[in-house]
């Protein structure tokens, strides 16, 4: 019983959550990942493109609400969804003719487009905030749980609750559907093939007659998929603020280059390989230890690794580490 | 004597503003025919390939594909008009399997082309047992297949190839030539870029010997053999 016990507490505060976190970084990490591959330069924005994502998100989730439209028991943000990154996807292209064009004309190199996607942030982060300010905002709706701690307990007699939220179910459900249209785009289509191309070997790309405005909107598109998707879960299961998207950046950069840039395998292992060192290593372990262990072993202290205030701590360290010893990452990528 | 298939006149020009490294240098090719360039290290002999691929400045000179002016197409329109360009180095996408990296040398075709995959495939049959390989895994000799494989995927009117045989072994190097002359044999007119300056003569029907960016000497594959002076000067007695 304490064995079982131990399992799901452990289920509550570490598996679950550091899953459906994951999933989460899974997708923002596939953004840079494409970027990087396809673009060839790291996006510094992206973690502002997913707070434009969401807040566009936000404010039509709000007044679908207020229209009095809802998804029953689930939120009604999936239904703002699409329109979200569809404006997201403008803003990117947009900003893409405006702005990235110029550079790639001039062939500039990697470096320079990296500080340019700096400023591209930079701006992005004011628009966000112009839009919906710097506060907290709340927007999840529909059933709060699939499994509620007290409705566990009932159910099966343990001492110990396992609440499953709909957002972290959510989460997961919608991260398989969008990896799996992905790759079946990636690998079957005729456009994601050609965008496989122009990664692998862009001059001979060009040779094929492929069009290389063609693949970068298409990416871009993609792009703003991805990010609005990842920043629309992380607000629905924690909560939505300008400044935590910003934050987000250095889990998400770390996963991808764990996982090797350019390769969108690799970007999903190193969401999972970096959400659950997080949160492994930020856990309070007390409560799982004193189940398992016998008394004679069980922890006074808190066997806690690192405060969660730490928690960047734990992606940097990853990140240092990865380019340290295998540059080019998990999966075989590009070296950075 | 009537204007060949494709030809390369009197080409003069270099890399952007740099020096130029071809002088009144002409290249010609035929249907049916295998036409090699060789020369000793520098003397333009890629350079002379990509300048009818249109990758180089000209000062003067043209470029004339089946009677038609084509000096100020881009490679890109170049290959949309016909002509079929397999490069030295990168000339493949190696994290695709073999067969996508034929689909992809059939981007511009908007027609069924699993016929020409079928041709390809005979021509190069390891390719379609390793259809379903990543690119970049396959040996030296395998990559270069599925290059021309790529190159032919478009059904070009003239097939261009610099170096096929760069880094591959003796062996691979000998199959690598019977492949070709077979390509050739479907009627495509051949153009290639060689080092085995010897073995490429023995296989082709126009020989060009380029020294320092000027046509030294021009003749058949078996005359610039038995040529003294090519003999001397270059194939090392």
């Given at each position: ?336 | ?101 034929l689909e992809?040398g059939a981007?511009?075709r908007?027609d069924d082309i699993r016929e020409t995959m079928e041709q390809v495939y005979h021509l ?25 494989g790529r190159?032919l995927m478009t059904k070009p ?29 479907t ?51």
């Open positions: 019983m304490d064995f079982l016990n131990g399992l799901v507490v452990l289920a509550n505060f570490v598996l679950i959550p550091a899953t459906s976190y994951g999933a989460q970084l899974a997708l923002g990490a596939l953004g840079v990942t494409l970027i990087y591959g396809i673009l060839r330069f790291s996006n510094f924005a992206h973690g502002d493109t997913m707070a434009f994502g969401t807040t566009i998100t936000i404010l039509l989730t709000w007044s679908f609400q207020s229209m009095g439209i809802s998804f029953g028991p689930l939120p009604t943000a999936l239904l703002a969804l699409p329109f979200g990154i569809l404006a997201t996807g403008l803003l990117l292209v947009g900003t893409d003719r405006a702005v990235y064009r110029f550079y790639r004309r001039k062939k500039a190199a990697p470096v320079i487009l990296v500080i340019v996607s700096v400023g591209v942030m930079f701006i992005m982060n004011g628009i966000v905030r112009f839009i919906i300010g710097v506060g907290d905002q709340n927007f999840a709706d529909g059933e709060r749980f699939i499994i509620s701690a007290r409705d566990f307990k009932e159910m099966t007699g343990l001492a110990e609750g396992f609440a499953l939220r709909t957002t972290q179910v959510l989460t997961i459900v919608v991260a398989v559907i969008v990896v799996a249209v992905l790759f079946w785009f990636l690998n079957k289509t005729r456009t994601g093939k050609s965008m496989r191309a122009f990664s692998d070997n862009e001059d001979l790309a060009l040779l094929s007659g492929i069009n290389p405005e063609r693949v970068v909107m298409v990416t871009w598109f993609i792009v703003a998929g991805l990010a609005t998707v990842a920043g629309v879960l992380y607000g629905l299961d924690k909560s939505f603020k300008p400044f935590t998207y910003f934050q987000l950046l250095l889990p998400i950069f770390a996963s991808a280059v764990v996982g090797g840039l350019g390769n969108p395998l690799g970007a999903i292992a190193g969401g999972f390989v970096v959400a659950f060192s997080e949160v492994t290593v930020t856990y309070a372990w007390k409560k799982v230890l004193t189940y398992w262990l016998p008394d004679s072993l069980a922890p006074d202290g808190l066997v806690q690794l690192m405060s969660t205030d730490y928690k960047f701590a734990v992606s940097f360290a990853i990140l240092i580490i990865v380019l340290l010893f295998k540059p080019t990452g998990l999966f075989k990528g590009q070296s950075v | 004597m009537s204007e060949p298939f494709l030809i390369g006149d009197m080409m003069t020009g270099g890399y952007g503003r740099g020096p130029d490294i071809l002088h009144e240098c002409t290249i010609s090719v035929n249907p049916g025919e295998i036409a090699v360039i060789v020369g000793p290290n520098g003397a333009g002999k890629s350079t002379a390939m990509k300048a009818i691929f249109g990758m180089l400045n000209f000062r003067s000179g043209t470029v004339r594909l089946a009677g038609e002016d084509i000096t100020a197409l881009s490679p890109q329109d170049r290959v949309i008009k016909g002509m079929g360009f397999v490069p030295q180095v990168r000339n493949i996408f190696p994290s695709m399997t073999v067969e996508e990296n992809m981007f511009i908007k190069f049959p390891i390719l379609k047992d390793k259809r379903r390989q990543a690119a970049g895994e396959l040996s030296g000799g395998q990559r270069q297949q599925v290059a021309v190159a009117k003239v097939l261009m190839l610099d170096e096929p045989t760069a880094g591959v072994s003796p062996i691979v190097m000998d199959e690598l030539f019977d492949r070709i002359i077979e390509v050739s044999r009627g495509i007119p051949i153009l290639m870029v060689e080092q085995n300056a010897r073995q490429a003569l023995e296989i082709a029907d126009r020989g060009y010997v380029l020294v320092q960016g000027r046509n030294a000497h021009t003749g058949t594959g078996k005359e610039l053999l038995n040529d003294a002076e090519v003999r001397r000067s270059f194939l090392g007695g």
